[in-house]
Nanobody, 125 residues
Framework: QVQLVESGGGSVQAGGSLTLSCKAS????????VGWIRQDRNKERELVGA???????WHAASVEGRFAVSHDNASNTFNLQMNSLKPEDTAMYYC???????????????????WGQGTQVTVSS
């Protein structure tokens, strides 16, 4: 079982920044992927960033150059730095994890087994 606790959501104006954090109890001796997935009303879930146990990092094209995932080894906290936020970034953001030999390669939202409670991000124009 993996426990995931997100923090850092909130409301910001367009162009602003937010950092989301996820404290994850992943077993670092295993191959895993931790992803950030967002979902807004009437929209499909979207994987926006992921960090693998092999240090593989991936970002969706929709956020490339604006969002950055990172991992603090000491605290096993995964972060999503979000810059130049746009109204279309408004969504509930979830931290999710999966144990997987392939790490984060070809991961999609349905790949993930364990999910946090989510944190709301609202960007106003």
């Amino acid at each position: 079982q993996v426990q995931l606790v997100e923090s850092g959501g909130g409301s910001v104006q367009a162009g602003g920044s937010l950092t989301l954090s996820c404290k994850a109890s992943v077993d670092t001796a295993r191959r895993y992927c931790v992803g950030w997935i967002r979902q807004d009303r009437n929209k499909e879930r979207e994987l926006v960033g992921a960090h693998g146990s092999d240090a593989y990092v991936w970002h969706a094209a929709s956020v490339e150059g604006r969002f950055a995932v990172s991992h603090d080894n000491a605290s096993n906290t995964f972060n999503l730095q979000m810059n130049s936020l746009k109204p279309e970034d408004t969504a509930m953001y979830y931290c999710a994890a999966v144990y997987r030999r392939a790490s984060c390669y070809y991961a999609v939202p349905s790949t993930f087994t364990y999910w946090g409670q989510g944190t709301q991000v609202t960007v106003s124009s």
